[in-house]
């Protein structure tokens, strides 16, 4: 089973960047496709985007299409999400998942991998 960890949530005020960075170890972090989720007070869990695991290929929802950049270091063990023009719609907890299969996916069920999460407030 693959740990994940989070970190570099914080409070930020709309238009302001934040990275949050998402910590893998347990087994080889380069296998599989991974993919960033969030998860607002009230709301359900929505995809974010996801990045192949050479990082080659890289999906975003449209919500957050042109702001937020997915990244990967295979040599790290880490992945990242770069959040910029953040509004307060972007206010939530921010999970990254891990698939154990390299082909793309949206749908929470095909990730078995998740972080505990860190939360992202945005203030206006």
């Known amino acids: 089973q693959e740990q994940l960890v989070e970190s570099g949530g914080g409070v930020v005020q709309a238009g302001d960047s934040l990275r949050v960075s998402c910590a893998a170890s347990g087994r080889t972090f380069s296998a599989g496709y991974m993919g960033w989720f969030r998860q607002a007070p009230g709301k359900e869990r929505e995809f974010v985007g996801g990045?192949?695991?050479?990082?080659?290929?890289?999906y975003y929802a449209d919500s957050v299409k042109g702001r937020f950049t997915i990244s990967r270091d295979n040599a790290k063990n880490t992945m990242y999400l770069q959040m910029n023009s953040l509004k307060p719609e972007d206010t939530a907890t921010y999970y990254c998942?891990?698939?154990?299969?390299?082909?793309?996916?949206?749908?929470?069920?095909?990730?078995?991998?998740w972080g505990q999460g860190t939360q992202v407030t945005v203030s206006s």
């Open positions: 990045i192949s695991r050479s990082g080659g290929t890289i």
């Open positions: 998942a891990a698939r154990r299969t390299w082909l793309p996916s949206r749908e929470i069920s095909d990730f078995s991998s």
